[in-house]
Each structure stands twice: as structure tokens, then as C-alpha cells.
């Protein structure tokens, strides 16, 4: 429940990120990155993990997630030196945004990160919310300021607040979809297979101008490798089969490497 909960808020460039929050088993700092249990109090460097909701570690506490469990390894092992390993997965995120978040980070950071890993392959799409930012550019052009801090002000208002509890198929904090908003087409699964590739290029680009060392990943998901034919949702039957078409092409291109430390 810690996790979902909370919600995003507005983020300038990246669009939105996770909110802040404190509970007892999902904390994430106003600065934008979860907390990961046994950070040394002065590590000598630092690992960035960018990634979606599998990176953050939805449904799990802070002490399961990739970062938590990446942090035991390099704390148990002699050779490494003390390393904090930071995790900025966010719901929802995919390569574009993880490199423009990254940009953002080498900008704000004092302490440059070493390495940074990319975790991709789901989230490979336009990005969430989207439309609904459209729609409120929109409002402000043709209606003015004033008309939207009217609607949002409604929107906020305590009726508003109780039909969102009432009927939460109207009212979401995630976005809604159906079976065709995942269906693509092959020129669409060849364009976002390109704009990952690009994405690719340009992140190992700024890498290499401050020396950080990249790694990329694919993550884990049912439709890779996986023809099946059931599942609960058949939202989920059709997420799966297209979006492991475009791993199978994504996973073609790239050879997946270890990662040392």
C-alpha cells in the first residue's frame, strides 16, 4: 500500500516523479531517489540506478529492492571500496527520460556517480501523462489561467475528493488502458526500437565526458521469450505480446554484460 499511495508529482524536463515520502517500509527523499538500507556514511563513490517501477521496487520494502540487494553485495565484499549505491527508478519512466534525469543529476551533484545502469525494455513508450499535460496547455490557451485554477480548485474541492473513493474507474492516479492502447504496429515497434538505440548512444556520449562507466539491462517481462496464451487481464496477454516483441528486437542489438565493480 506505501507504494502506491502516494502518487507523483510534477517534475520539470523528466514530466513527473515519484513524491517524497516516509513510512515504514517505502521512503523516498525530496531530492527524487529511494532510500537504500546500509549506504556507508562516507563512501568513497557512488552508483546510479535509473529504471522504472522494477528499479524503485514497486510492491517491495526499501530492503528488496535491486539497489538494496546490490548495496549487501559491494558492502560484503573487501575488494570494493565504500560505495553507495542510489536508486532513482521511478514508475513508469523509460530510457528517454532515465537520460534526461541523468543530465539533471550530473548538473545538481557535487559527488559525480562512477557507474550508472539503466534497467529498460517495458516502459519503452510516450510518456505517461502526456495527453493530460497537453490538455492543460490547451486549457490555458484558449480558456486562461484563471479558468484552470477553477477546474483544478473543483477537482480538489471535498465533493470531488469523495467521488474519487467512490468510483475509482472514473477517478485514478494511474492512466486507464485498454488491449489496443498496448496493440503496435511494425513500423512503431521498428520507431521505438530506434529511439531506444539513439537513447543508447547518447547516454554512453555524456558517460564518456565525465567519465562515468553505463551499463544497460533489459528487464524480466512475461511476454519475452514467452508465448503464452492466459493470464487475468487480457490487457495484460496484449501488453505482454507486444512489448516482448520489441525486447526480442531490443535484446538482438545489445549484448548484456556483468557487472563489475
Known amino acids: 500500500a506505501e507504494t502506491w499511495s502516494s502518487g507523483y508529482i510534477y517534475e520539470p524536463w523528466t514530466g513527473f516523479r515519484e513524491k517524497p515520502r516516509r513510512g515504514q517500509y517505502v521512503n523516498v527523499f525530496p531530492d527524487g531517489y529511494r532510500q537504500t538500507p546500509g549506504i556507508p556514511q562516507e563512501p568513497k563513490r557512488q552508483v546510479v540506478l535509473l529504471g522504472g517501477s522494477t528499479m ?80 492543460i496547455f490547451q486549457t490555458i490557451q484558449e480558456k486562461g489561467e484563471g479558468k484552470l485554477l477553477m477546474k483544478l480548485l473543483l477537482k480538489r474541492s471535498p465533493m470531488m475528493l469523495v467521488l474519487r473513493r467512490v468510483l475509482p474507474m472514473f477517478f485514478r492516479s494511474d492512466p486507464v488502458w485498454s488491449p489496443k492502447d498496448y496493440e503496435l504496429t511494425e513500423a512503431q515497434i521498428a520507431e521505438r526500437y530506434q529511439r531506444y538505440l539513439a537513447v543508447q548512444e547518447d547516454a554512453r556520449a555524456i558517460c564518456r565526458l565525465y567519465h562515468i562507466t553505463p551499463f544497460f539491462f533489459l528487464q524480466p517481462i512475461a511476454g519475452f521469450h514467452n508465448n503464452f496464451t492466459s ?27 556483468a557487472f563489475p565493480l
Open 56 to 135: 524503485f521496487g514497486y510492491n517491495a520494502t526499501d530492503g528488496q529492492t535491486i539497489a538494496a540487494f546490490l548495496q549487501q553485495m559491494v558492502a560484503a565484499d573487501p575488494d570494493i571500496p565504500s560505495t553507495e549505491i542510489r536508486n532513482y527508478g521511478r514508475a513508469h519512466y523509460y530510457s528517454e527520460q532515465e537520460f534526461i534525469l541523468l543530465l539533471q543529476i550530473l548538473k545538481k551533484e557535487t559527488a559525480r556517480p562512477r557507474v550508472v545502469v539503466f534497467l529498460d525494455g517495458y516502459n519503452e513508450k510516450p510518456p505517461v501523462y502526456t495527453q493530460e499535460l497537453a490538455e
Open 231 to 257: 493470464h487475468l487481464q487480457e490487457v495484460d496477454i496484449v501488453a505482454n505480446k507486444y512489448k516482448g516483441m520489441l525486447m526480442e528486437r531490443m535484446a538482438a542489438a545489445q549484448s548484456l554484460m
